[in-house]
């Protein structure tokens, strides 16, 4: 096998080895599953697979619990609030990307528009957010 890296999202570690991994008991994991803190993957025989990014929830769990004293209610709206912000950063980027793209465009049309005769070069430019003129 190649020197594969591994997805985030890739479930890879049986119970007994992710609960090593953030040094809680096996029971624990099975406790936050229950009440949807975290959810593995399962294998067909019902076996909870977890992923470097579940290992990652636990360990977000763990420094809440343990360093700042939220109670798992607490843990569950933090965890529900770095998601959506999550989703929302990515909304973001994916706006930002458009809006590139569209500026590009435009400064390529201008640039047509000049090279053709159509407008005089400098009458039309886009202008960037520090640029607005008043």
């Known amino acids: 096998m190649d020197d594969e890296i591994l997805?985030?999202?890739e479930p890879c570690y049986v119970i007994s080895v992710a609960a090593r991994l953030v040094s809680l008991h096996p029971q624990t994991l099975r406790y936050y599953d229950r009440?949807?803190?975290?959810?593995?993957?399962?294998?067909?025989?019902r076996m909870r697979?977890?992923?470097q990014r579940d290992i990652e929830t636990l360990r977000k769990i763990v420094r809440l619990t343990e360093d700042l004293g939220v109670n798992l209610a607490g843990v569950e709206v933090?965890?529900?609030?770095?998601?959506?912000i999550e989703e929302l950063q990515a909304e973001m980027a994916r706006i930002q990307q458009q809006a590139e793209a569209r500026i590009a465009a435009l400064?390529?049309?201008i640039e047509e528009m000049e090279n053709s005769g159509q407008v005089h070069r400098g009458e039309f430019r886009v202008l960037g957010p520090d640029q607005a003129e008043e």
């Open 107 to 109: 400064r390529q049309r």
């Open 78 to 84: 933090v965890l529900n609030m770095s998601r959506r």
């Open 49 to 51: 697979l977890y992923s």
């Open 35 to 45: 009440i949807g803190l975290i959810r593995p993957s399962r294998t067909a025989g």
């Open 7 to 9: 997805r985030d999202d």
